[in-house]
């Protein structure tokens, strides 16, 4: 199988990286570049285990050719927390109980990311449309749309507070 | 295997000329990437061709690549053909929604793709560029060669982008699905509808149901039932039941029973009209 060149920007760093250009970006990050954050569920675009940012857009990382990054920026879960320090929206996931086996929480986490990001003060409807591509085994869906509103309030209070 | 990402549409028609048939198109990549790859893969997703949304000569032009969550977003679109809007807010998750293209609903050919069906009701021609440099157009109802396969065909043929006429005042559109779930589901039956209206009378509407055949399927004898006429309580009670009556539906032992599925075509045509039938008188300015 041919392998090709790929720069793109990983979690803010330009990578280059000599890939097989039909495998996905999901296996170029947890294979090559070891960045375990992202999970493989069901490696169809079906759970959402492997949400990554693309240009700052929710994506299935299962689905996305990983020659199709070239130029782009993706961000990974690790992108969000220090070896000391998690991010407020993980601290809010911790507070409201929103994580149980923890599989589909750095997809959760992303897919709630990019919303905040794109829309500080969202409704609980906007809440679950953004999650509605994360598929939840155990713990449910609830904690998860209280934790990401929690942040919310949290990122409105600093700004008020600014 | 090699991937590359054309930048004009001219170089994505060289790159097709040269492999000699190896190579296909491929954009969103949500569905060709699940399936066995060819040699060469030519990425049209970043072309400037194929990314634009445009009104222009009395036509809303939708580039092929242009993602479902941007013509959900899109002000254009939700203003002048809702009933795409809401068909693509329907697809997949946001994380298909994200990435997946319009062009790309149109080309995999599933009997039950949102924005085709969508598409087919606001009458949809898809503007198809060949390797001999040969430009066409085709009613996307058109492009379907059986059940997931289109006539197009993906090492010789580039879908740019997709044209009809956008909405005018006293023209309305609407599309509703039925799923087992909000999201992450494909849906047991779609319905879209396109009228247009003076004062409160019907001139002309446009009515598609999918899952039917292989390709969004026109109801044509619902449609006949509200030509020229305005529309009351006993008229939409015929058309929910004409509307089930009319279409040839299979059940499947995954999804539901035939009976069940006729059913939901009748009650969603009935809604559906409704919606778009209301539209429609809304943007007519009152002229009567």
Redesign the interface.
Known sequence: MKKQAINFELNGEPVEVFTEASGSLLHLLRGQLGLLGTKEGCGAGECGACTVLLDNQPVNACLVPAAKIEGKQVQTIESLSTSNTVHPLQESFVKKGAVQCGFCTPGMVLSAYALLKANPDPTPGEVKEAISGNLCRCSGYKQVEEAVLDAAEKKDQASSED | ???I?ASDLNQALQILRDSKGQARV?AG??DL??QT?PAE?V?L?ELYETTQLEESGGLLSIGSAVTH?SAARSLLIRSKAAALAEACAMI?????R??GTIGGNVANAAPAADAAVALVALGAKAVITDIEGQTREEAVEELYAGYNRSVIDSSSEIIGRLVFKPCAAGEGSAFMRFAPR???ALPLVNVAARIRVSGRRIEAVRMVAAPVKPAPTRLFETEALLQEIIPGHEIWAKVEEAAASEVEVRGSILRCSGQYRRHLVGTLAERVLKEAYQRACASDGGET
């Open positions: 295997m090699s991937y990402i491929i990549a949500t990437f699940l790859l893969l990425d997703a969550a997949g998750s946001p994380q298909v994200n990435i909000r999201a992450l």
